[in-house]
């Protein structure tokens, strides 16, 4: 069963920075960052596929987060650049073990396996 370790998040003022990583510990097809704030549903912050690095942003956060990856050790990285409150939420990391699809990776449904998720709080 493969698991994901997630880098902590934290608080940071607006316009800060922040990184966030996702480990998994086994083979995956895809993974994403989703994040989800009080009252709101879950959405998609990024999803890459693995095999051809095809990368799908949220409209959110194009322009001001940026994914990254290092195959050999199966890990996410999210550059989170110019926070805003609105950024504010728990995010989650997600990978697939299957076999996705293009129109399918900013799905929640698409993913089987879930981090735990971590607090990013972006005060105003």
């Known amino acids: 069963q493969v698991q994901l370790v997630e880098s902590r998040g934290g608080l940071v003022q607006t316009g800060g920075s922040l990184r966030l990583s996702c480990a998994a510990t086994?083979?995956?097809?895809?993974m994403a960052w989703f994040r989800q704030a009080p009252g709101k549903e879950r959405e998609c912050v990024v999803a890459?596929?693995?095999?051809?690095?095809?990368?799908v942003y949220g409209d959110s956060v194009k322009g001001r987060f940026t994914v990254s990856r290092d195959k050999g050790k199966s890990t996410l990285y999210l550059q989170m650049n110019s926070l805003e409150p609105e950024d504010t939420g728990v995010y989650f990391c997600?990978?697939?073990?299957?076999?996705?699809?293009?129109?399918?990776?900013?799905?929640?449904?698409?993913?089987?396996?879930w981090g735990q998720g971590t607090q990013v709080t972006v005060s105003s």
């Open positions: 997600a990978a697939d073990t299957g076999s996705p699809i293009v129109s399918s990776l900013s799905l929640p449904a698409t993913y089987d396996i």
């Open positions: 086994g083979r995956t097809s895809a």
């Open positions: 890459i596929r693995w095999r051809d690095g095809y990368t």
